[in-house]
């Protein structure tokens, strides 16, 4: 038993080390757009001290801004981005406004006043390179277009939002769908892929580009993803954990990814794991990649 034991404790530890590089992103490539994607975990506003409380909020807000200055991405989708203040909803958010107020360059899409569009799942973009041109949002529910629709299985309402944008330079185009599906109902996941495929696949078929990001809460090779691949996407390879329980352990593989359509092309995937001053921005790691428009 002891053995046994001793033998668990040293994989834990062999698992927690994988992939542990903390290295700052690559310099941008040239005539790339770098796309990048972070979970940055709700804060609880009617919670004045404990995890992810409004005490916590300011320990970690410069974390969250330094990782976002160190990101240096065109464009950012976030998970997550709430200030929850229960049932009546709110359109105060602490981390949105935060990082708008410490990065002017900024603008942000893919939101709206809470009665119309879910703010949760901004997308920020560099306001000198691109316009966004639309934008839009659909529940993972049976009534999609339902503002806050329960999920399939009456869960928490689950959500995809969408940006389009315009290269001010070139006058090229490509969506991003920003999603965030279902941790622990995996029937709420491939459900939920469903309808993302469903949507986006009048888009490719078309011939727009297409890149599809955020916390997909599934592994590389899982069918959560391989959806996607059926209908065109290609996810960018990305090593080690993205998740680490806000503790520094990478016990898994990636959780967050980023998938191109055809039009696109991208290398490796950087996954950001740095403290700021010995405090994590989030529980997850942020994620970039230099994209290409081909």
């Known amino acids: 038993m002891r053995l046994n034991w001793l033998f668990g404790l040293v994989a834990v530890t062999l698992l927690a080390s994988c992939g542990n590089n903390v290295s700052s992103p690559p310099q941008k490539q040239e005539g790339a757009v770098r796309i990048a994607s972070h979970n940055?975990?709700?804060?609880?506003?009617?919670?004045?001290?404990g995890a992810w409380s409004l005490a916590d909020w300011e320990r970690r807000k410069p974390a969250l801004d330094a990782a976002f200055k160190e990101l240096n991405a065109d464009i950012i989708a976030f998970q997550e981005m709430e200030s929850f203040a229960g049932r009546s909803g709110s359109d105060i958010n602490l981390a949105r406004d935060w990082l708008l107020e410490?990065?002017?360059?900024?603008a942000v899409g893919a939101t709206g006043p809470w009665r119309e569009f879910p703010p949760t799942q901004p997308i920020f973009y560099r306001e000198?390179?691109?316009t966004q041109l639309d934008q839009g949002w659909f529940f993972f529910s049976d009534t999609p277009d339902v503002l806050y629709a329960r999920t399939f299985n009456g869960g928490f309402?689950?959500?995809a939002s969408w940006s389009e944008f315009e290269q001010i330079s070139t006058g090229e185009r490509f969506k991003v769908v920003n999603l965030h599906t279902d941790f622990s109902s995996g029937s709420n996941r491939l459900?939920?892929?469903d309808l993302v495929a469903e949507r986006i696949r009048p888009w490719i078929a078309a011939g727009e580009r297409v890149i599809v990001l955020g916390d997909f809460n599934a592994l590389s090779?899982?069918?959560t993803l391989t959806k996607l691949e059926d209908e065109g996407i290609?996810?960018?390879?990305?090593?080690?954990?993205t998740y680490h329980f806000n503790r520094g352990l990478n016990l898994f593989g990636a959780i967050d990814h980023i998938g191109v359509s055809e039009g696109l092309s991208g290398g490796q995937v950087h996954v950001l794991r740095k403290r700021y001053d010995g405090v994590f921005p989030s529980d997850h790691y942020p994620i970039s990649a230099d994209v290409f428009l081909n």
């Open 128 to 130: 000198d390179l691109f």
């Open 191 to 193: 459900r939920s892929i």
């Open 234 to 241: 290609s996810f960018l390879p990305v090593r080690g954990a």
């Open 102 to 106: 410490q990065n002017p360059g900024y």
């Open 157 to 159: 309402a689950a959500f």
């Open 40 to 49: 940055v975990h709700y804060i609880v506003l009617r919670r004045e001290t």
């Open 221 to 223: 090779g899982w069918e």
